[in-house]
């Protein structure tokens, strides 16, 4: 079974028992007949070998973004004109994807990134509350009930093969606080390096945005 064979059965899969808050509810893209197809299609276009990937690892899926598409990091505008996966999907921009994608260009494009990295997230699924997404750490109540969740999904990911070495935490503060406390209870990786979000380099540094291209390009390439 090929990498990206592996990723579409993780995602089809994913049946979450959580007992929520009675005001959370979970988003889950991959129960749509048109994110299965489009998952399909991306994964077994961009990983269709076997070979070990770094793992870079978001938050959790937001409205807009893979909870759309089912692809971390990736819009529809992004997953059509530039990963050439058409879509049915709206049109809409995402602001994090409009960076991860500029740095995946930087590195070389879709198929090279890939071919090195698999994008995922703390948590593979995500959360609304009262119309508004909702991180898995906003809230103490919510974490706690997802960290076996988390857990086992982070450890069934590795078994599709993963540099247990390095991996990238995006995200500096909340996130890569959870994970690098989780990662010592659990042994996922040897060594988390944390990097800037998207949605903050987008939103409070824009103008800075070529340094944090050539930050990001110069830590992966480590």
Do not use: W
Request: proline share 6%; with cysteine; hydrophobic share 35%.
């Amino acid at each position: 079974m090929t990498y990206g064979e592996k990723i579409i059965r993780f995602l089809n899969n994913l049946s979450p028992d959580m007992d929520l808050p009675d005001d959370i509810r979970v988003m889950n893209p991959y129960l749509s007949k048109e994110v299965k197809e489009t998952v399909s299609s991306f994964y077994r276009k961009f990983f269709p070998d076997d070979n070990p990937r770094t793992f870079l690892i978001g938050i959790n899926p937001g409205r807009f973004g893979a909870g759309i598409t089912g692809i971390s990091f990736t819009d529809p505008i992004r997953l059509e004109e530039v990963c050439h996966i058409f879509n049915p999907f709206d049109k809409k921009q995402e602001i994090s994807s409009v960076f991860m994608h500029k740095i995946i260009r930087a590195f070389g494009g879709p198929e090279k990134f890939y071919r090195r990295f698999y994008v995922t997230a703390v948590c593979p699924l995500g959360f609304i509350r009262k119309g508004k997404n909702l991180n898995y750490y906003d809230l103490k109540e919510l974490q706690q009930t997802v960290i076996p969740f988390i857990v086992a999904t982070l450890q069934e990911q590795l078994e599709f093969g993963a540099n247990r070495k390095t991996a990238y935490c995006i995200g500096e503060g909340k996130n890569y606080r959870f994970l690098k406390k989780l990662n010592e209870s659990h042994d996922f990786f040897e060594k988390i390096i944390p990097l800037p979000h998207p949605r903050f380099v987008m939103q409070y540094r824009y103008k800075e945005i070529e340094e944090y291209i050539n930050y990001y390009l110069k830590r992966l390439r480590m």
